[in-house]
């Protein structure tokens, strides 16, 4: 399919004095070009599985306006994370100590390392009893949409049962603000 | 003793046949593919692990913009219709009917509807849209009114209740949306992310790697 016929060059007479006519081959070697339409085929199919977005489940709870109708959650299995605004994140454990914040108060980051969140929640879930364990998700006013899906995902990526989106407290709000001007940004 | 010869074979393969398939395949991949219509609202939406498709019948998708700014689209034409005369009935908006059914998304208050369906659908760009109105603050949270709409509309049926919001949009204005849902009693939404593999050595993929299923 792929060759010429290139034998019927004939007709001409093969004097002494002639000289003999080179015959390239026309035949042309199409590994490369097959090497690239597999590629361009392996390409195609990740880039359009890729691209199919994914939905992440959220189950809301009821609002509860009297106060004894909401949960309750024990001091020493709760955890609460506050979002602050360039991605801060900070974190306490039981109750906010507000005459001394520094006690309990502590800054964490969105990544893996060992200051991250990731590890502050696999540390509080090993230590705590799975029953009691909850947390409290509080994101500021100047948190981003991103900030919230990232700690949310972070629930379910350390298979955290038990955790509430809440809002957050003006005692709350100005410790995160005080916290931000020092904590590093990142 | 002479021996028998053995016929030299070319170890030259024809290529022409393999090259025919993968380009086949090729044209194949690249027609099947659809392409991402150009969207009027632009979104980059946050990563996530959760690995279940978002679905794509039965959907009201409120989209949160990266100034916070909202919009809400159905793709159920008959709901659309049943929701713009009940506008008209109780608010007297005279709206456009058929317009309402073919806009592909809403992003004006109440008062504004009118206008907002005279306006070309191709030069409805989210960027110049007011969008809904939620802050609380400034006014009424029109989503709650929104909301109280649709599930007049769908009275129970299933629907899949999306959230699509931008990375950049602000915690208050995703708060006034959730707002919204639960006082209409839609407890359960999803939001739409684009897919990211599981940190690996994580729960999740340890439990992954046992083979548990997960409940996201």
């Not at chain 1, 309750?72 to 602050?84: H, P």
Request: aromatic share 8%; net charge positive.
């Amino acid at each position: 399919m792929a060759e010429l016929d290139t034998s019927s060059g004939g007709g001409h007479k093969k004097g002494p004095g002639v000289k003999k006519a080179k015959k390239l081959s026309t035949r042309v070697d199409l590994t490369p070009m097959v090497d690239l339409g597999f590629l361009l085929i392996t390409f195609f199919i990740f880039t359009t599985t890729m691209s199919q977005p994914t939905a992440m489940r959220l189950f809301l709870p009821k609002d509860a306006d009297k106060p004894e109708d909401q949960n309750k959650a024990k001091e020493s299995g709760a955890f609460t994370i506050l979002l602050g605004k360039d991605n801060h994140v900070f974190y306490y454990e039981g109750i906010l100590n507000t005459a001394n914040a520094s006690a309990n108060f502590k800054s964490a980051n969105f990544g893996s390392g060992d200051d991250g969140i990731r590890n502050a929640i696999l540390r509080k879930k090993a230590n705590t009893n799975e029953k009691d364990l909850v947390i409290v998700i509080k994101p500021g006013d100047e948190c981003t949409y991103k900030n919230v899906v990232d700690i949310l995902d972070e629930m379910s990526v350390n298979v955290i049962k038990r955790y509430a989106l809440v809002d957050i407290s003006d005692v709350e709000n100005k410790l995160v603000k005080l916290s931000e001007a020092s904590a590093p940004a990142n | 003793m002479a021996r028998p010869k053995i016929p030299r074979k070319s170890t030259n393969i024809d290529m022409t046949a393999m090259c025919d398939v993968a380009f086949l395949l090729l044209s194949f991949f690249i027609l099947t593919t659809k392409f991402k219509p150009a969207e009027a609202i632009t979104v980059t939406t946050p990563n996530s692990v959760a690995a279940k498709a978002a679905p794509d019948k039965d959907i009201v998708l409120v989209t949160l913009d990266k100034n916070g700014k909202v919009f809400l689209s159905l793709d159920d034409e008959q709901k659309k219709e049943y929701i713009a005369n009940t506008l008209n009935t109780t608010k007297n908006l005279g709206l456009n009917v058929a317009a309402f059914k073919k806009a592909a998304f809403i992003g004006g208050s109440f008062s504004q509807l009118k206008s907002f369906l005279e306006i070309p659908e191709e030069s409805r760009k989210g960027d110049a849209l007011p969008g809904i109105p939620t802050d609380s603050t400034k006014g009424s949270n029109e989503m709650i009114e929104w909301m109280r709409l649709v599930n007049d509309a769908y009275q129970g049926k299933k629907m899949n209740l999306l959230l699509k919001g931008d990375n950049l949009a602000k915690y208050p204005a995703f708060k006034s949306v959730i707002d919204a849902f639960k006082k209409n009693d839609f407890l359960k939404f999803q939001m739409v992310t684009n897919p990211e593999s599981v940190p690996i050595g994580s729960e999740l993929w340890k439990n992954n790697q046992k083979g548990e299923k997960r409940d996201d």
